[in-house]
């Protein structure tokens, strides 16, 4: 059989998510504790991502088998990294845009926000965490203290206030994800290769959902969780599920 030479892509992207296990545990719990409060609210559990692949973090989320029910994705096409990649590029990087997605999906005080977005610096994840501190929402951040920190000041695609997005969390966790993503270096190329961010914001989400899970049920609260679609009598046991929150979730 013959073995692949993964230039130690592996290791990396291991040695990554157990730095978050080991180092970023206690955020993780406390913005369970803030999602498993929604739930005994029976409140939805709301999630951004401002733009190109931190969207697919925001897709693992919603309807997905093992994930929780009350997930409501504040999707705008727009920012999807399927939508046209320079046309994405140039929404992330426009004031305001964030802050209109915001707008329309309309959060309350004292509504639950998850923010992903490793880079935590572009106008349309800015203005979104903007409009929802505004409007006294609750905010959970994922992203890069080492983009917020090693980017210039005068960066570009920087939001123009200079702002960070744990500026605006009531929670962070930091997914450690270096600048430029990319973390295998093979020689004979200048480029590196082996983006790392969506491995591990995936695992950051499904870390979350399990806490949380388990924050429920030792609170006596039995959580909303999908079951497969595709196993035997999955679509019978989703049933309620969809029935309650077909009206709330925009994109159920």
């Known amino acids: 059989m013959s073995k692949i030479n993964d230039f130690g892509y592996v290791d990396k992207a291991i040695a990554n998510i157990r ?11 406390r913005a369970a504790e803030l999602m498993a409060d929604a739930i005994a609210a029976d ?26 029910s009350n997930i409501n994705p504040i999707m705008e096409t727009g920012l999807s990294v399927f939508n046209q990649a320079l046309k994405y590029l140039e929404l992330e990087r426009t004031v305001n845009f964030g802050r209109s997605i ?31 501190k505004e409007r006294g929402v609750k905010i959970i951040a994922v992203a890069s ?40 270096n093979v020689p004979g ?5 082996g983006p790392v961010s969506n491995v ?3 695992t950051i989400a499904h870390l979350l959902e399990i806490e949380t899970v388990r924050i429920c049920l030792e609170r006596g609260i039995v959580p909303p969780v999908w079951n497969s679609a595709n ?3 999955g679509d019978a046991k989703n049933a ?3 029935k309650k929150y077909k009206p709330l979730v925009k994109s159920l």
């Open 200 to 202: 591990v914001d995936f």
């Open 145 to 184: 203290s080492r983009w917020q920190n090693e980017m210039p000041a005068d960066h570009f695609i920087r939001h123009p206030s200079g702002k960070n997005l744990f500026d605006f969390a009531d929670v962070c966790i930091d997914d450690y994800n270096p600048v430029g993503d990319a973390i295998v």
């Open 240 to 242: 309620a599920y969809v």
């Open 43 to 68: 409140k939805l559990i709301n999630v951004y991502a401002g733009g190109g692949h931190t969207t697919l973090a925001m897709g693992e989320m919603f309807f997905r088998a093992g994930g929780l």
């Open 102 to 132: 915001m707008k329309y999906y309309d959060l309350k005080k004292d509504d639950l926000l998850i923010i992903f977005h490793n880079i935590g610096i572009n106008p349309a994840t800015i203005d979104a965490a903007m409009e929802a």
């Open 231 to 233: 196993t035997p009598g």
């Open 189 to 193: 190329l200048d480029t590196p290769i």
């Open 19 to 29: 730095k978050v296990v080991d180092e970023q545990g206690g955020n993780i719990h």
